[in-house]
């Protein structure tokens, strides 16, 4: 099985976990524990733009809060 993140034409979620942290994951391979969707199934392009533009501190939230930011 070749790797499904080097799919150029495949569809992918982007994940969002408690801690701010975001993830491209294939559409067809469950949702692990602790990881929610933030972008329903897109072409890769579109998952990598919403990462991009919705990340930008790539500090966990916690380090955030501990930092008094």
């Not at 150029?8 to 942290?21: A, M, R, W």
Request: hydrophobic share 45%.
């Amino acid at each position: 099985m070749s790797n499904p993140f080097d799919n150029e034409n495949g569809k992918f979620l982007v994940l969002i976990n408690s801690e701010g942290q975001h993830s491209l994951w294939p559409a067809f391979i469950d949702v692990p524990s602790g990881w929610d969707v933030a972008l329903p199934a897109a072409d890769k392009s579109a998952c990598c733009a919403f990462i991009e533009t919705g990340w930008t501190d790539m500090r966990p939230r916690s380090l955030i809060a501990a930092m008094g930011a």
